[in-house]
């Protein structure tokens, strides 16, 4: 069972910026693929990024490229966010997920979920 625990939420100013991470409790997330979902309020979960299990690739959501990256240690089995630009809408709480092998960009391809963290752009 992997345990995923998210850190570095908080408030921010619209135009700023945010570091999550995602500490996972397994040394083997080196052979996960890793991401970041988001919800709102009254909305479903939606994607925000994924990235493969060596780093080689990544899969960002429309919404968010340019301006979010994802990245990931193994040897500290944490994967990151790092968002830049922040808005308003991008108000929301933040979920690390994890499955063996290949991912994708629904909630149910994704075995393991961290709690979330809260993050809140005022404009």
């Known amino acids: 069972q992997v345990q995923l625990a998210e850190s570095g939420g908080g408030l921010v100013q619209a135009g700023g910026s945010l570091r999550l991470s995602c500490a996972a409790s397994e040394r083997t997330i080196g052979t996960y693929t890793m991401g970041w979902f988001r919800r709102t309020p009254g909305k479903e979960r939606a994607f925000v990024a994924a990235i493969t299990w060596s780093g080689g690739n990544t899969y960002y959501a429309d919404s968010v490229k340019g301006r979010f990256t994802i990245s990931r240690d193994n040897a500290e089995n944490t994967v990151y966010l790092q968002m830049n630009s922040l808005k308003p809408e991008d108000t929301a709480v933040y979920y690390c997920?994890?499955?063996?092998?290949?991912?994708?960009?629904?909630?149910?391809?994704?075995?393991?979920w961290g709690q979330g963290t809260q993050v809140t752009v005022s404009s």
């Open positions: 997920v994890a499955r063996y092998g290949s991912g994708g960009y629904y909630p149910n391809d994704y075995h393991y």
